[in-house]
Every structure is written in structure tokens, then in C-alpha cells.
């Protein structure tokens, strides 16, 4: 069984930062990539950036020049390092894994998601 465990939410004042971790545990298998996702009040799930198994990142634009993403692939670890923080930035962010599982059969892919940990950015 994989549980995903995010940590670093919290409450920040506009223009300051905060840093998300999460970790994957578990029969994870092959992980080829890592991302983070947020969800605001009302709104449906949106991509943030994520990381690929071979170092190649992607963000979207609002993330861009703000949020940096890294990882421990082989730890099965994603990090999400944010600054500048704006009130629009306020959301659930979740983070994703993505994995994959060759046999000589055949091949599977697996895509797990965590409960989501809480960013606030107020004054």
C-alpha cells in the first residue's frame, strides 16, 4: 500500500514563503515523476509544477519565477519551495506521484495522491 504524506502548509502574510514536502512510502515502484497540484475554494484541481524522474521540471505560469520544485527521486521525496506568496495563492495543494511497474507480461502505471495539506496567504 503507498500513502503520501505532505507537510508544510500553513498561514503566511503576502510576499512571504513557505516550503511544501511531501513523501511517498510504500511499494511505490518506479517513480517517473512528482508534481504538485492546487485547489482553490470552488475551483477544480490545477497543475503547479512538477518533475520528472529525469530532472526536467515544469511550472505553470503563475508558479513561474516564484516557486521552485526539486526532488529525491530515489528517496521518493518532492519539495516545493515558495515565495512571494499572494493571496491568490491561497489553496490545498496537493501532491501527486507518478509511477510505473514493468514484467515481462506487461506494464502498469500508478497514480497516487495525497490528502492535501492547507496554504493560506492572509494579512
Known amino acids: 500500500q503507498v500513502h503520501i504524506v505532505e507537510s508544510g502548509g500553513g498561514t503566511v502574510q503576502p510576499g512571504g514563503s513557505l516550503r511544501l514536502s511531501c513523501t511517498a512510502t510504500g511499494s511505490v515502484f518506479t517513480i517517473d515523476r512528482m508534481a504538485w497540484y492546487r485547489q482553490r475554494p470552488g475551483e477544480r484541481r490545477v497543475h503547479v509544477a512538477d518533475i520528472t524522474s529525469g530532472g526536467i521540471k515544469y511550472y505553470s505560469d503563475s508558479a513561474k519565477g516564484r516557486f521552485t520544485i526539486s526532488a529525491d527521486i530515489a528517496k521518493s521525496t518532492v519539495t516545493l519551495e515558495m515565495r512571494d506568496l499572494k493571496s491568490d495563492d491561497t489553496a490545498v495543494y496537493y501532491c501527486?506521484?507518478?509511477?510505473?511497474?514493468?514484467?515481462?507480461?506487461?506494464?502498469?502505471?500508478?497514480?497516487?495522491w495525497g490528502q492535501g495539506t492547507q496554504v493560506t496567504v492572509s494579512s
Open positions: 501527486n506521484v507518478e509511477s510505473s511497474r514493468t514484467t515481462v507480461l506487461d506494464s502498469y502505471e500508478y497514480d497516487y
